[in-house]
């Protein structure tokens, strides 16, 4: 009966032991407008808007992609996007994406720009 115990005890451990620790998964990558969480849907372009920082996409009913931007500190509303390139970390080189807007993994609006001749992802509503 003692026996059992063990060989049981021993077999959970050897199992237990031998099976590999799950390794933390990067996340998938996004590169399109598609996959990026926290876009608004069904906003109309021109429509007033809240937050010009963070999370500030979203499509119209007809598939359009928009951003609630401010120009000249007027009250934020919806434009529409220049391409958009997915989630990207801030400060991260863009090269080939200049001009071009991604949000960062934080909801931060962000847009390619070169700055002391590297472009770069910078917080797009400065």
Do not use: N
Request: net charge neutral; with cysteine.
């Amino acid at each position: 009966m003692r026996w059992i115990l063990i060989a049981s005890v021993v077999s959970v451990l050897a199992v237990g032991l031998g099976s590999p620790v799950a390794a933390k998964a990067d996340p998938p990558s996004c590169d399109d407008a598609w996959c990026t969480p926290g876009v608004t849907p069904g906003v109309a372009l021109g429509a007033p808007c809240g937050d010009t920082g963070h999370y500030v996409f979203g499509t119209t009913s007809w598939g359009r992609l928009v951003f609630c931007g401010s120009p000249r500190r007027y009250e934020p509303r919806y434009f529409r996007s220049p391409s958009m390139m997915g989630v990207k970390d801030e400060h991260a080189v863009c090269q080939g994406h200049e001009a071009r807007v991604a949000q960062a993994p934080d909801g931060l609006f962000l847009s390619c720009q070169t700055i002391d001749g590297t472009p770069r992802w910078v917080r797009g509503d400065a």
